[in-house]
């Protein structure tokens, strides 16, 4: 079974930063390309963001190009979404995952990590 960790979330003010992780058990890590998901209170889940097998490419969602940057160490088998100019839209639970690099599929998912943006 294929787990994914998630931590970094928390309570930041206005025009901060945060910085999320997400840890991929296993050795297939480098076989898939991650992505980056949120959902706020009654609203669905959002793409936020998505990033290659090698981290050569990277695509993100209008709302926060420009604010956010994935990155990605496959040797310590680790994502990360770079966090900042943050604002209370921001909000939300932020969710990564993970599928194969030809498919918008995802197959594995994390729990969520909280990010509360205050004004």
């Known amino acids: 079974q294929v787990q994914l960790v998630e931590s970094g979330g928390g309570l930041v003010q206005t025009g901060g930063s945060l910085r999320l992780s997400c840890t991929v058990s296993?050795?297939?890590?480098?076989?898939?390309?991650m992505g980056w998901f949120r959902q706020a209170p009654g609203k669905g889940r959002e793409f936020v963001g998505r990033?290659?097998?090698?981290?050569?490419?990277?695509r993100y969602a209008d709302s926060v190009k420009g604010r956010f940057t994935i990155s990605r160490v496959n040797a310590k088998n680790t994502v990360s979404l770079q966090m900042n100019s943050l604002v209370p839209e921001d909000t939300a639970i932020y969710y990564c995952?993970?599928?194969?690099?030809?498919?918008?599929?995802?197959?594995?998912w994390g729990q969520g990590t909280q990010v509360t943006v205050s004004s």
């Open positions: 995952a993970a599928g194969a690099s030809n498919s918008l599929r995802y197959d594995y």
């Open positions: 296993g050795r297939a890590f480098s076989s898939y390309a």
């Open positions: 990033i290659s097998t090698s981290g050569g490419n990277t």
